[in-house]
Structures are given as structure tokens and as C-alpha cells.
């Protein structure tokens, strides 16, 4: 019988992967856990506490399996991810027991024994455990937010585990761009996992992949390019390469800034990397809009980065976030000369629209509506197959947000103290 099961889903893998890694370097016996994508196997098991992870635009579908929880078993529930961090008493208003605010490496197993000792009651040594949000005897308790200096020291997934996920190699991110939840619950510096564990850890995949805000800021603190250990990495895992594994650097599930794209990177991406695409954020095409959202680059840094992939043949992806706080149409226009030349240059493009994430400065700004230009261009370059992004189905998501943030809006706690809001 397992007494404690992770509710795994193909968006939060990667989480409870590493988190898996956490637990046994810690000394905690994995093979205890029930760990299934199955929903219906959770509750055939009637475990004493679930694991939760998820993001602000799941809690809907979240919520379903909670009141089901709630119904057939008697599960301690316990939530940690974007959400929990950002609003974590609305996630005790979903069902949840327990909320996990931060970095959660060491709060899931020092939370997990110290349930194991009490017979899974929420008790006062819980009070003990930085990063936990709860109720004790009718009174909210909040323990702090979890950080971790060093994440490195644990390893990205389980030894005893088949479970393999793309490495996490780097962590933070000092720009604070205001859509962005990143900086603010991982911090603003950035931490970089070192060579060596990123190289032995890389022999478990077939295609090697990477997590980082911005993969060309390998070994730097964030903000400015660090070409000799970005070099010395990807020259470290040749030799994996040689025994038949692919690279792929600065694409899915990674991006690249548009100022890091210069002729030495691309050198690099051509000399030891096999992917021939990279991902890179815009946003926008209008400057004050980037300026707005804290961006810290300008149309120019994207056009003078695309016209660099195209001239060393990688194919630019370039990402805009459509319906931004005070967009009117003139900045929409903007965007979309821009989104085309990008495509005519043979570039492709993925629409995002705006949706406010709680923890952000922009959490209680409106989104702006398309303009019919907007609309109709977007429409008719996917069915031609030059856009790509899921902006229509995030429109009406986005409105489902706003309604969450006007109705449960809570000052969430961050990495750093108080997220300044701009709305």
C-alpha cells in the first residue's frame, strides 16, 4: 500500500522529476511513492497524502480532482508550483491542506518525514518547516518563503528512478520582466548547475535538453554574455555527442534573448549543437510597449538577431505576446509589420495573448482587446502555417484570470520581499 502518492501530468513532469531527485539525495526511499499520471489509480490506492504541482491556468481542472479527493478518500492534500507560491491561500480555498511557497527541494522532505512521524495530522513541528502555508487549529500559519542557495546540490533526477527530464542548468533571472513569474519566485540572480554534474546527468538522455530562461547566459549572473563558459559547456558534452546523443541548445523547453544572439553564439550553435532553430522572445514590435514591459531590449536587438540566425541558416522562432496592458492599435500594428517581416525573412512566429499571472507586477493589469487587423492577421497566417501559438484558446483563459484576480486577489510572497505592482 503507498501512503503517499504524486499526481504527476505532462506539464508539471519536469517538477516532480527533479523534485524526485531532491527527496532520494536526501535520503528519502522513493520506492514508497505511488507516482502515476492515472488519476483513477490515486483513488483506487486511497493514500494518505497526495502531491499536487501545477500553474495559475490549471487550478480549474485541478479543482475537479480535489473535490473528488475530498469525496472518496481522506488524502492530506498538498500543493506546491507557480500557483501555490503566488496565491497561496487561494489554494487552501481549492481544498488543499497544505500550500508549499517557494523552492522546494528540501521543504518536500523535511514536509514528507515530518508527516510520516505524526501519522500524516497536520501538527506544530510543521511550524518548524520554512516554505508552508496551512491551517492549525482554525488559524493560518505561513512558515516563510523557501529558497534554496544552492540547487545544484541536488541532482535533476532520481538515480533509482526511470523518470528523465531536460536538466535544469540554470536558475533565475535578473530582467523582471512584468508577464513573467520567473524572477520573481526563482529569484534575480541567476545560479548555474556546474559542468560536470550537467555532463554526467546528460549521459542518462538520447536527446539532450536543457531548462534555463535564456540559454546563451550559461555561467554569467544574468544579464551579460559569459562566451568562455558557454563554450566550455558545450564543449564538454561533445563526447556524449559522439557516442550518438543529439544536442539540442536554446529551443524547447529553452529560449534565447534576442541581445545574446550575436555571430560568436551562432558560431557555437554551428559548431556543437545539432538543433537548427532557436527560440527567441520579442513580444512585441512596437519599443514602447517593450519598454512598458520591462523587456530591457528594442526591436532592433530581435531584427539584428534574426537577420544573424538567417545569415548562419537557424531558423529564428520568435515569440509575441499579443493583447498587452495599454496596447492600442497603433502598437498592434506595429506588431504585426514586424511578425511579417520576420516571415518574410523566412522566420516563424507563435502568438501568445496576454493572460495576468498572480505574483507578477502585471497580475492586475486588463489585457487589450485585438484589433480587427490584429485578428484577421493572426487568423489567416495560421491557416497558412506561418504562426503558430495557442492566442486564441488563451483569450478566453485569460478572462477566466482576470475574473480569479478580482475575486481572490492576494499579495503573494516572492523570492525577494513585495512584488511591486504596476496596475
Known sequence: MHEIAIRMTRRNHNAFV??????????????????TKDFSEILRAKPRVVLYSFLTEEIWEVEKEVNVLKEKTNALLVAGGYHATAMPRHTLRMGFDIAAVGEGEEVIFQL????KKSNFKITRELMEIKG???YLNGEFVFTGFAKVE?????????????????IEISRGCPFGCYYCQTPYAKGFRMRHRPIDQIVKYSRRMKDMRYITPNAFAYGSPGAILRLDKLEALLKALQPLREEGRRLFYG?????????????????????????????IGAQSGDDEMLKAMHRLHTTEHVRQAVEYMLEYGI?????????LPNENEESQRKSIEFMKWIMRKGGKVRAHYFMPLP???WARCKPSPLSDEMKKFLGR???KGYIEGSWGVQIELSKRLQRLIEEFYEEGPSYFGRVNEVC
Do not use: C, W
Not at 532520494?24 to 514508497?32: A, D, K
Not at 544552492?150 to 531536460?166: M, Q, R
Not at 524547447?252 to 532557436?278: H, I
Open 18 to 35: 527533479h523534485l524526485l531527485g531532491a527527496l532520494e539525495s536526501q535520503g528519502f526511499n522513493i520506492g514508497e511513492l505511488l507516482i
Open 112 to 115: 514528507l518525514t515530518a508527516l
Open 132 to 134: 508552508l502555508l496551512f
Open 150 to 166: 544552492d540547487f545544484t546540490k541536488f541532482p535533476p533526477f532520481a538515480e533509482s528512478s526511470y523518470l528523465i527530464a531536460p
Open 251 to 279: 529551443t524547447f523547453p529553452s529560449e534565447v534573448r534576442p541581445e545574446f544572439v550575436k555571430p560568436e553564439t551562432l558560431e557555437l550553435l554551428l559548431k556543437y549543437a545539432d538543433n537548427r532553430r532557436l527560440a
Open 315 to 323: 531558423e529564428p522562432v520568435v515569440d509575441f505576446i499579443v493583447g
Open 359 to 361: 505574483g507578477t507586477p
Open 381 to 383: 497566417m495560421a491557416a
